[in-house]
T-cell receptor
Framework: AQKVTQAQTEISVVEKEDVTLDCVYETRDTTYYLFWYKQPPSGELVFLIRRNSFDEQNEISGRYSWNFQKSTSSFNFTITASQVVDSAVYFCALSGVLFGNEKLTFGTGTRLTIIP | NAGVTQTPKFQVLKTGQSMTLQCAQDMNHEYMSWYRQDPGMGLRLIHYSVGAGITDQGEVPNGYNVSRSTTEDFPLRLLSAAPSQTSVYFC?????????????FGPGTRLTVT
């Protein structure tokens, strides 16, 4: 069975601070995908990143960066110099790779509030 | 290219009523799925389909039916609505393509059962 744990239910930081959202996962698959989605107050789900389990390189996209560590089963997300527009609920998710195993298992989400 | 569309956006039902949530995608994706989102529980998979004529149950299928007669459409039917089905429902689709694999989500349907 797959499981995703986002232990931080809510985080509040002052604008321009850096913030890291934690994600820990469990799976018996040897290959899998990891995702981060953003859900702003408007309610839609916005895709941020997909990471294949073969690729442990960290990734940076503007103010966003992701740290994938297979040894600790973690896929953490850092926002640098946070902005009010970053306020949202962030979900980490996991899926299989094989055909027919595309089901996404989501964590319970972390609500991030950026205080101006 | 509209992506994934869902109708209605909002719906209020009385206990025992039935209804169908519509989902359509215009990306020719093989894989489609339905999730429900409840406070503090993230998104949970209800049903999914890997192609026309093929459906299977997810984590929380009870009280819901699906069918997939075309590649484009994947409706979710509530047979006899219950207050426990009050939730936000998301439909998603993706190509079964390991190179560009990404699940695209619709805007959601907020359902209240009284």
């Amino acid at each position: 069975a797959q499981k995703v744990t986002q232990a931080q239910t809510e985080i509040s930081v002052v604008e321009k601070e850096d913030v890291t959202l934690d994600c820990v996962y469990e799976t018996r698959d040897t290959t899998y995908y990891l995702f981060w989605y953003k859900q702003p107050p408007s309610g839609e789900l916005v895709f941020l990143i997909r990471r294949n389990s073969f690729d442990e390189q960290n990734e940076i996209s503007g103010r966003y960066s992701w740290n994938f560590q297979k040894s600790t089963s973690s896929f953490n997300f850092t926002i640098t110099a946070s902005q009010v527009v970053d306020s949202a609920v962030y979900f980490c998710a996991l899926s299989g790779v094989l055909f027919g195993n595309e089901k996404l298992t989501f964590g319970t989400g972390t609500r991030l509030t950026i205080i101006p | 290219n509209a992506g994934v569309t869902q109708t209605p956006k909002f719906q209020v039902l009385k206990t025992g009523q039935s209804m169908t949530l519509q989902c359509a995608q215009d990306m020719n994706h093989e894989y489609m799925s339905w999730y429900r989102q409840d406070p503090g529980m993230g998104l949970r998979l209800i049903h999914y389909s890997v192609g026309a004529g093929i459906t299977d149950q997810g984590e929380v299928p009870n009280g819901y039916n699906v069918s997939r007669s075309t590649t484009e459409d994947f409706p979710l039917r509530l047979l006899s609505a219950a207050p426990s089905q009050t939730s936000v429902y998301f439909c998603a689709s993706s190509a079964l393509d390991r190179v560009t694999y990404e699940q695209y989500f619709g805007p959601g349907t907020r359902l209240t059962v009284t």
